[in-house]
């Protein structure tokens, strides 16, 4: 049965939750579009359906419940690091006909720990799950824009997938890896996650079976994963995430010495995203490193998801393709001014997430409140003035 954001039915544990009913309770949400799912102490269960939250459970979540809930489900190593304060992200994986799920099938979660003062109730859990499809995307019905595809598989440099939380990155990345992995044969994939998400490979994949390592489990941290990487002769390296000046300079490395290198970092917008990268190193050295970045680019697009009238979402992106000319032209330029040529060039082009928004609010697509929430209220007089 489809259930939409609206009509999410609160499930209903029956006064026991436990272990099984949890799981039968995740399939639940998987089944009926959620794609993020919050369990805290003190509180209903909610969901997110097409970016709308949904309560999702009759009763309220007891705190004294979740201690043995994480223990049963996931380990009981999980609540001393969420007592110790650091907290802890943990991947869940559900199979087997008893949830109702298909022999051979599995439905993934991405999971964070964290404890937190909820409403009156303090040093409560919180549990925060993202879906992740069993099914790989397709990344040719993501309606990604003909001159953007045709730029994603360069032989060699760097492709930076960006956007705020929740924004579908890794979506597009796993898309990205899929693709390759059914119509490009001879590239091998491996990639760096944390954790990991989207389980890529199977029968369809053509070439080498792709090889993912989990930080933290299977190696230390993004900046050796990639140092190793170059070690194993990959044609597409992928990383979750560049965060700091170690990672940064690793992924610059790797994408200068003939490699593909994908990551995704949190910005909202390409110019926001040079700037971003080079402001990770000390003032001295910020020179140096925006020429290696320049030399290294070769796309970066930023995306964002919508609600739309229909109660669904759709995306819309900005996006920078560096081809030889504008390389060189933004390497002529002081770094300082590079994040501004690119906005200059994608604002006179009508291709910056607000133009995009904009056209989606002019078509009745979004609403009035949506386009202000990206871009702001002074932005939508200003277009509203020049429309009239």
Aim: charged share 25%; with cysteine.
């Amino acid at each position: 049965m489809s259930i939409t954001a609206n009509k999410f039915q609160p499930y209903d544990f029956g006064g026991n939750l436990n272990p099984h009913t949890f799981k039968l309770f995740l399939k639940y949400c998987a089944d009926n579009y959620a794609s993020d799912i919050l369990i805290q102490g003190g509180d209903y269960v909610w969901v997110e359906v097409h970016g709308r939250q949904c309560q999702a459970s009759i009763h309220t979540i007891k705190q004294g419940q979740l201690s043995a809930l994480i223990a049963s489900v996931w380990q009981a190593e999980v609540e001393s690091h969420i007592r110790g304060g650091s907290g802890a992200d943990r991947s869940l994986e559900l199979a087997g006909e008893e949830l109702g799920i298909e022999r051979g099938k599995v439905i993934r979660f991405r999971c964070n720990f964290i404890q937190a003062r909820v409403a009156r109730l303090d040093e409560a859990y919180s549990i925060t799950m993202r879906v992740i499809p069993s099914e790989l995307p397709d990344i040719t019905k993501m309606d990604i824009e003909p001159e953007l595809f045709q730029a994603l598989y360069p032989g060699m440099g760097a492709v930076l997938v960006c956007g705020p939380t929740g924004s579908g990155k890794t979506t597009f990345q796993a898309g990205v890896y899929a693709y390759a992995g059914i119509c490009m044969p001879d590239r091998k994939v491996i990639t760096y996650e944390d954790p990991i998400e989207y389980v890529l490979g199977g029968i369809h994949w053509k070439g080498p079976q792709p090889s993912q390592s989990q930080i933290g489990r299977d190696i230390q941290n993004f900046a050796l994963g990639l140092r190793n990487g170059m070690r194993r002769k990959p044609s597409i390296i992928g990383i979750g995430e560049i965060r700091d000046l170690e990672s940064v300079d690793a992924f610059i490395e790797a994408a200068l010495t003939g490699h593909l290198t994908y990551a995704t970092v949190h910005t909202e917008s390409v110019a926001e995203t040079i700037n971003r990268i080079i402001q990770v190193y000390p003032p001295a050295q910020q020179s140096a490193v925006a020429s290696r970045l320049l030399g290294a680019l070769r796309v970066i697009v930023v995306q964002r998801l919508l609600k739309t009238v229909d109660g669904k979402r759709q995306a819309i992106r900005e996006f920078v393709v560096f081809d030889r000319d504008l390389r060189n032209e933004l390497q002529d330029m002081p770094y300082e001014k590079c994040a501004l040529s690119l906005r200059n060039k994608l604002e006179k082009a009508h291709a910056t997430l607000d133009d995009k928004a904009w056209d989606l609010y002019v078509s009745g697509r979004i609403e009035k409140e949506e386009f202000i929430e990206l871009a702001g209220h002074k932005a939508f007089q200003i277009r509203s003035k020049k429309a009239a």
